[in-house]
């Protein structure tokens, strides 16, 4: 069901204790708070709501949840997740911390004090924090503070409203975050004071912070990784899916590139080498050197073990390259590949080679990202061998990686919306 009030302000004010229904007419609480994150250079998105189900009890309901916001109730789809809510620290409450708040406004003329917030739907379940209902304030010659006009302002037109808890300890974020996504918690580092994010990174396990630099911009990662002792940074770089560890050791100044790639372990520095040799927006330094290989004697039952092996991206677990020896790229010759749906219908003592799908063709390291795209876009594949010219299968570029070149360079560090523009106005020409 589409969520209604399309075009319509929501003053949140108005919702605190707003009654909460399933979709056959039960109530289930009341509305507590709403849930914002600030994005870099964007207004707040309404990620949920906090819900009151009884004494003491409060639990969280994400928007996509919510089916209709109507004068004196919210109707949600049924499914409200018991577990207690828990604030984290990218999270901000709307009631309990942005109302009463003293912001400044931009123009100079001075403090205002937050009295209500609304909030506004730009698309389906896509809710933000538009504009702000506030009162001046005016300190006197004996300084007291004296309460001013009201008026309405953008969320553009105040500073203030991002602040955080700069006491917090880096570890108390790290245990706060463990839940999400590395993408997610790429965009919390970043809207942190490089001093701040730098302690946080020092804390993050290696797997994890080579999982979020993946999806830092460029900025952001150099300078993580250039604050790191070096034998860290190594360590972080080895757990690094090869491809973008030469894209990030390819942004280092020579000397400390060289010295990382020295102290990494000799077989991942090797394939990271192999990969800076490669022209840009070129398959051979796109693809990753870590794909899927198996012999044409395996069986559809270790195709399935390999692919649920949890270090393997999803864009790569979807297809299963079938070469002779050795299996480690550079490969021996390479013959097909296996699709993992074809997989799934066979019997699990299948031997792969009875299987292969040799109609796809592959690409050579020097062909150009269009050519790999056309491709991926022909056959609908997530990810296209890489092969030399004698036939040895190098690698695998797969389709997140071939939307990272295509999409503006440090689209990371944008809003959503200035990518999605900057996006349109490249494919409208």
């Given amino acids: 069901m589409e969520l209604r009030t399309a075009g319509r302000r929501v003053y949140i004010g108005k919702l605190a204790g707003t009654s909460v229904f399933d979709p056959i007419g039960d109530q289930v609480g ?96 896509d809710w933000v924090i538009s504009k702000l209902h506030v009162q001046r304030q005016r300190t006197t010659a004996l300084g007291f503070i004296r309460s001013g006009e009201t008026l309405n302002v953008s969320v553009s037109e105040v500073t203030g409203l991002r602040s955080r808890d700069v006491e917090q300890s880096a570890a108390t974020l ?34 994890r912070l080579a999982d979020v630099l993946e999806e830092l911009g460029d900025d952001d990662r150099v300078a993580i990784l250039s604050g790191l002792e070096a034998a860290r940074a190594a360590d972080v770089l080895d757990v690094m899916q090869p491809d973008d560890a030469a894209d990030l050791v390819s942004e280092l100044p020579e000397a400390q590139a060289q010295h990382l790639l020295n102290l990494m372990e000799p077989e991942e520095a090797k394939d990271v080498r192999r990969l800076l040799t490669y022209a840009e927006s070129t398959a051979g330094s796109l693809m990753t050197t870590e794909p899927i290989v198996l012999g044409p004697d395996a069986t559809v039952a270790q195709m399935l073990a390999s692919v649920r092996r949890e270090d393997i991206p999803a864009s790569l677990a979807t297809v299963a390259f079938i070469t002779r020896p050795p299996e480690e790229t550079p490969t021996g010759p390479y013959l097909g590949m296996v699709h993992i749906q074809r997989a799934l219908r066979e019997p699990p003592q299948t031997l792969l080679g009875t299987i292969l799908d040799s109609d796809i063709e592959a690409v050579s390291p020097q062909a150009h990202v269009a050519t790999v795209t056309r491709l991926l876009a022909t056959y609908n594949l997530t990810v296209l061998p890489v092969v030399d010219e004698d036939a040895h299968l190098l690698g695998a570029v797969s389709v997140d990686d071939v939307l990272d070149e295509l999409l503006p360079e440090d689209w990371r560090d944008y809003d959503d919306e200035v990518t999605d523009r900057m996006m349109a106005r490249s494919i409208d020409g």
């Fill in 30 to 125: 009341k509305i507590h708070d709403v849930v914002v994150i600030f994005r870099y250079g964007s207004a707040a998105n309404v990620i949920g709501f906090v819900v009151e189900v009884g004494p003491r009890k409060r639990v969280f309901l994400p928007m996509t949840r919510v089916t209709s916001i109507e004068s004196g109730s919210i109707i949600t789809t049924g499914l409200l997740n018991m577990r207690s809510f828990t604030l984290r620290p990218m999270e901000t409450l709307v009631l309990g911390q942005l109302f009463d708040r003293v912001v400044a406004l931009n123009d100079g003329s001075g403090d205002v004090k937050i009295l209500d917030v609304a909030m506004e739907r730009r698309r389906p379940k």
């Fill in 174 to 207: 790290i245990q706060q975050t463990e839940d999400m996504r590395a993408a997610d918690l790429a965009d919390f580092l970043h809207d942190l004071p490089a001093e701040r994010q730098m302690a946080v990174a020092k804390e993050l396990p290696d797997a």
